[in-house]
């Protein structure tokens, strides 16, 4: 199957070989969409009938209150899914929009296909479901990270208490963030002026270094 090697590399997919995708691809109403970087592949309060497993690039799950407000709510990679949470919870709408934030290779698959299993329960299909079961562990352990950010009191903090999360996830005290200074203003609920002043005057003290995407931690965060 074309693409196989990406689809081998999701969450969803793992431990599943090619011949049993190919066997699943009609099963689940398998297509396959590209988008450019800033496309909505998704907007938000449409009709729900695709889990959208990401091939190639990334997007952000982005969600607008009734101010017009929008606020990022996290950044998705190749081999990660949106809309399976609500696939799985019975929503019949996408409760946030996901935007492009490069070039995308996405997949669609049909969420009653998926999260149902058939008559047959094929072990393959089992393996999927398994594998869902992992992705929505993971996306709750996100989820309880960004919680843990967003109730520090201070911008600083909040910010300190992303990186440092990013360094460990990284294993390196040199690290990309998959966010512009924007979007980690709305992905930490912060004034984006307020956040690009806090960072620079973390910067002039000799607490990080960064530029664009990419950080460096100078110094123990813990004892700060």
């Known amino acids: 199957m074309e693409n196989f090697s990406l689809?081998?590399?999701?969450?969803?997919?793992?431990?599943v070989e090619e011949n049993d995708v190919q066997a699943m691809a009609h099963c689940f109403r398998i297509r396959f969409r590209n988008y450019?970087?800033?496309?909505?592949?998704?907007?938000?309060?449409?009709?729900?009938e695709d889990?959208?497993?990401?091939?190639?690039?990334?997007?952000?799950?982005?969600?607008?209150?009734?101010?017009?407000?929008?606020?990022?709510?996290?950044?998705?990679?190749a081999g990660q899914c949106y809309g399976l949470v609500e696939a799985c919870?019975?929503?019949?709408?996408?409760?946030?929009?996901?935007?492009a934030s490069e070039n995308c290779l996405v997949m669609l698959i049909a969420k009653h296909r998926l999260i149902n299993p058939c008559e047959n329960k094929c072990p393959r299909h089992l393996t999927v479901i398994k594998n869902i079961m992992h992705s929505l562990a993971s996306r709750g352990m996100y989820f309880m990270d960004k919680i843990?950010?967003?109730?520090?009191?201070?911008?600083?903090?909040?910010?300190l208490s992303y990186l440092k999360s990013q360094s460990i996830r990284q294993n390196s005290t040199y690290?990309?963030?998959?966010?512009?200074k924007t979007e980690l203003a709305e992905y930490l609920a912060v004034d984006r002026s307020?956040?690009?002043?806090?960072?620079?005057?973390?910067?002039?003290?000799g607490i990080i270094d960064f530029d664009k995407k990419h950080y460096h931690i100078k110094r123990d965060l813990d004892s700060i």
Request: charged share 25%; proline share 3%; hydrophobic share 35%.
């Open 7 to 15: 689809i081998k590399k999701t969450q969803i997919f793992d431990g």
């Open 36 to 48: 450019n970087k800033n496309n909505v592949i998704s907007p938000q309060g449409a009709p729900l």
């Open 51 to 77: 889990v959208i497993l990401l091939l190639k690039g990334s997007a952000n799950i982005e969600n607008m209150d009734a101010t017009g407000s929008v606020s990022v709510l996290m950044n998705i990679k």
């Open 89 to 99: 919870h019975g929503d019949e709408c996408y409760s946030s929009s996901l935007i």
């Open 148 to 159: 843990n950010h967003l109730t520090k009191k201070k911008i600083r903090e909040k910010v």
């Open 175 to 180: 690290f990309d963030i998959p966010y512009n």
């Open 194 to 205: 307020a956040l690009s002043s806090e960072l620079s005057k973390m910067k002039a003290e």
